[in-house]
Antibody
Framework: EVQLVESGGGLVQPGGSLRLSCAASGTSISSKSLNWVRQAPGKGPEWISHISDGSAISYADSVKGRFTASRDNARNSIHLYMHSLRDEDTAVYYC??????????WGQGTTVTVSS | QSALTQPRSVSGSPGQSVTISCTGRSSYVDFFNRVSWYQQHPGKAPKVLIYNVSERPSGVPDRFSGSQSGSTASLTISGLQAEDEGDYYC??????????FGGGTKLTVL
């Protein structure tokens, strides 16, 4: 069974930094694209980053310049480095595997709370 | 306002069919054959129902179907069941390896 497990969430002050990880099992991610999607409390999902199977990386305007995504094929995982965090970054962060132009496998999410 | 517009809510009785629409800005039309649909229950991660407008991943019942006409994509759920109650989101590829989600539709099974 293919599984994605996110970790690294927590409480951080505005302006702070955090690193999220997403570990895959049951499949190799080396030939797959992956995405980071977040969901603020009471809101719908928001796509924030895509890592292609060729390691090209794209970001939503809302996080560009503050967040950096990376892939570690050797550890079958991806990471999201988040800097200059704001209150509005408070959300559950999911990683999701790409299938064509959709997302077919999702992790359970990790919660990030930005608050003083 | 979301770039993809969905009705806030829809409802239906068990056994009936419901359709949820997703209308995109004209700038997304070129990518509207790359729409996916997700179901989400409270406290759970989204689950893919449809990708590439009408393709169903293995394990998704054929009660769920997708279609597209111009800049409007639609998800139809036939033979409505109590467990179908939840939130539904469309998502479209928006070019340059970016994606956008709709605002979501709450489905109530009466």
């Amino acid at each position: 069974e293919v599984q994605l497990v996110e970790s690294g969430g927590g409480l951080v002050q505005p302006g702070g930094s955090l690193r999220l990880s997403c570990a895959a099992s049951g499949t190799s991610i080396s030939s797959k694209s992956l995405n980071w999607v977040r969901q603020a409390p009471g809101k719908g999902p928001e796509w924030i980053s895509h890592i292609s199977d060729g390691s090209a990386i794209s970001y939503a305007d809302s996080v560009k310049g503050r967040f950096t995504a990376s892939r570690d094929n050797a550890r079958n995982s991806i990471h999201l480095y988040m800097h200059s965090l704001r209150d509005e970054d408070t959300a559950v962060y999911y990683c999701a595997r790409g299938i064509d132009y959709g997302m077919d496998v999702w992790g359970q999410g990790t919660t990030v709370t930005v608050s003083s | 306002q979301s770039a993809l517009t969905q009705p806030r809510s829809v409802s239906g009785s068990p056994g009936q069919s419901v359709t949820i629409s997703c209308t995109g800005r004209s700038s997304y039309v070129d990518f509207f054959n790359r729409v996916s649909w997700y179901q989400q229950h409270p406290g759970k991660a989204p689950k893919v129902l449809i990708y590439n407008v009408s393709e169903r991943p293995s394990g998704v019942p054929d009660r769920f179907s997708g279609s597209q006409s111009g800049s409007t994509a639609s998800l139809t759920i036939s033979g409505l069941q109590a467990e179908d109650e939840g939130d539904y989101y469309c998502c479209s590829y928006a070019g340059s390896y970016t994606w956008v989600f709709g605002g979501g539709t709450k489905l109530t099974v009466l």
